[in-house]
């Protein structure tokens, strides 16, 4: 069975930072692009990140370029989120998603909140 | 990176029909068949429903169905059903490795 577990999350100040993890298991992790997907309490879903098979390859969205730094790490099959310069409107609670044939993210994770709050 | 524009309501009877639009650009929808669709129940993580415009996944039933015309997708839903009621997003490849998302269009059942 394919299991995406998030963690990492919590109440963190304006301006700090925040590591979020993806433990994978019940699929060959290597093979797979994975992404990053957030919601913010009450709203819809925004894409975040994405990151190739071997790590060589990622992009980001423009609300987030500079600040956040997606990774992985395949031979724990775990993925990561490095979350600097935090604002309050990056609270939300964030997925990492599967994809295959590189965008149809077919597994998700339960989800990691991250409140930015002073 | 503008987000897809989708109504934010619609609703249906048990048994009837209903379609939720999604509507991009031709930088996103227009370009490329890869809208995908997805079902979230409260406090639920998404569920893939349709991937490139039309195509199932394997226990996903044949009563969801999707289509697209120009920079519009559509989802389908025949033969309403109580457990049908969710948030519905839609999902389109955007270029250069993005995915853009749709605001969300929340399907109630009467």
């Known amino acids: 069975e394919v299991q995406l577990v998030e963690s990492g999350g919590g109440l963190v100040q304006p301006g700090g930072s925040l590591r979020l993890s993806c433990a994978a298991s019940?699929?060959?992790?290597?093979?797979?692009?994975i992404h990053w997907v957030r919601q913010a309490p009450g709203k819809g879903l925004v894409w975040v990140s994405r990151?190739?098979?071997?790590?060589?390859?990622?992009s980001y969205a423009d609300s987030v370029k500079g600040r956040f730094t997606i990774s992985r790490d395949n031979a724990k099959n775990t993925l990561y989120l490095q979350m600097n310069s935090l604002r309050a409107e990056d609270t939300a609670v964030y997925y990492c998603a599967r994809s295959f044939a590189t965008v149809t993210l077919d597994s998700w994770g339960q989800g990691t909140l991250v409140t930015v709050s002073s | 990176q503008s987000a897809l524009t989708q109504f934010a309501s619609v609703s249906g009877s048990p048994g009837q029909s209903i379609t939720i639009s999604c509507t991009g650009t031709?930088?996103?929808?227009?370009?490329?068949?890869?809208v995908s669709w997805f079902q979230q129940h409260p406090g639920k993580a998404p569920k893939l429903m349709i991937y490139e415009g039309s195509k199932r996944p394997s226990g996903v039933s044949n009563r969801f169905s999707g289509s697209k015309s120009g920079n519009t997708a559509s989802l389908t839903i025949s033969g309403l059903q109580a457990e049908d009621e969710a948030d519905y997003y839609c999902?389109?490849?955007?270029?250069?490795?993005?995915?853009?998302f749709g605001g969300g269009t929340k399907l109630t059942v009467l």
């Open positions: 999902c389109s490849y955007a270029g250069s490795s993005t995915l853009v």
């Open positions: 031709s930088s996103d929808v227009g370009s490329y068949n890869l």
């Open positions: 019940g699929f060959t992790f290597s093979n797979y692009w």
């Open positions: 990151i190739n098979s071997d790590g060589s390859s990622t």
